[in-house]
C-alpha cells in the first residue's frame, strides 16, 4: 500500500450536482496531482497542487477546482457535473518526482 | 505533442515471458514508469527508469529503454495468473521547472490475459 487515501471509494450524483473528493497525501509527500480515468482509459491529468498552490493544470474546464491544506491533504471539486464526468478519479501524492496512487474514487453522474 | 501510444491487448501462456510496448513523444521525458492496475483498484507502480539508462532488473521485470526510438517496453519473466491486469506506461514531463515538479501523460493501458 501506498498510504496514500481518498474517500469516498465511490459517489452516486445527478447531472448539475456539484461534488468534492478527498485525498490524503503519504506522509512527506508535499505535492498532489490529480488524474481522470474514464471507462478504458489511461489517466488524464486534471491539476496539481504544490504547497497549497496550484501548479500546472490539464485541459479540464474551470469547473474542475482544488485545494490543498497546510498537512498537504487536497480536495477536487467539480460543479455543474455532467454525465461524462463519470469516471474513476485517482489522486497521487509526491515528492521528489514518483507519483504513487491512492485506490481512487469512482463517480457516476446520472 | 504529449502522446503515449500502447497495444491493447496482450495474451500468454502460464509460465511465459510477456512484453508489453510503449511508445512517447516528449524526448524531454526524466523518468518512464510502468505501473499496473487489477480490476477496480488504483495503480500500483511497478518500476521506473531513468532516461540515461537503457535497461533496468528488477526481480521478475526488465525494462528497456531505447530513447533514439522513444519506444519502452516491459518484460515479465515466468508470468503468472496473478499478473493478469492492466499495464500502463508513463512519461513524466514538467510541470513547473522551478518546483521540480511532474504531471504524467499516460497510454491507454494492455490489458494482460495469462492462460492457466
Known amino acids: 500500500e501506498t498510504g496514500v487515501t481518498q474517500s469516498p471509494t465511490h459517489l452516486i450524483k445527478t447531472r448539475g450536482q456539484q461534488v468534492t473528493l478527498r485525498c490524503s497525501s503519504q506522509?512527506?509527500?508535499?505535492?498532489v496531482s490529480w488524474y481522470q480515468q474514464a471507462l478504458g482509459q489511461g489517466p488524464q491529468f486534471i491539476f496539481q497542487?504544490?504547497?497549497?498552490?496550484?501548479?500546472g493544470r490539464g485541459n479540464f474546464p474551470p469547473r474542475f477546482s482544488g485545494l490543498q491544506f497546510p498537512n498537504y491533504s487536497s480536495e477536487l471539486n467539480v460543479n455543474a457535473l455532467e454525465l461524462d464526468d463519470s469516471a474513476l478519479y485517482l489522486c497521487?501524492?509526491?515528492?521528489?518526482?514518483?507519483?504513487?496512487f491512492g485506490p481512487g474514487t469512482r463517480l457516476l453522474v446520472l | 505533442g504529449e502522446d503515449v501510444e500502447q497495444s491493447l491487448f496482450l495474451s500468454v501462456r502460464e509460465g511465459d515471458s510477456s512484453v508489453i510496448n510503449c511508445t512517447y513523444t516528449?524526448?524531454?521525458?526524466?523518468?518512464l514508469y510502468w505501473y499496473k492496475q487489477e480490476p477496480g483498484a488504483g495503480l500500483q507502480l511497478l518500476t521506473y527508469?531513468?532516461?540515461?539508462?537503457d535497461m533496468k532488473q528488477d526481480q521478475r521485470l526488465t525494462v528497456l529503454l531505447n530513447k533514439k526510438d522513444k519506444h519502452l517496453s516491459l518484460r515479465i519473466a515466468d508470468t503468472q495468473t496473478g499478473d493478469s491486469a492492466i499495464y500502463f506506461c508513463?512519461?513524466?514531463?514538467?510541470?513547473?521547472?522551478?518546483?521540480?515538479?511532474?504531471?504524467?501523460?499516460f497510454g491507454t493501458g494492455t490489458r494482460l490475459k495469462v492462460l492457466a
Open positions: 497521487a501524492s509526491s515528492s521528489t518526482g514518483t507519483q504513487y
Open positions: 506522509s512527506g509527500h508535499n505535492t
Open positions: 497542487y504544490y504547497r497549497e498552490e496550484e501548479n
Open positions: 516528449d524526448s524531454s521525458s526524466t523518468y
Open positions: 527508469i531513468f532516461s540515461n539508462m
Open positions: 508513463a512519461e513524466s514531463i514538467s510541470v513547473r521547472l522551478s518546483s521540480g515538479t511532474y504531471k504524467y501523460i
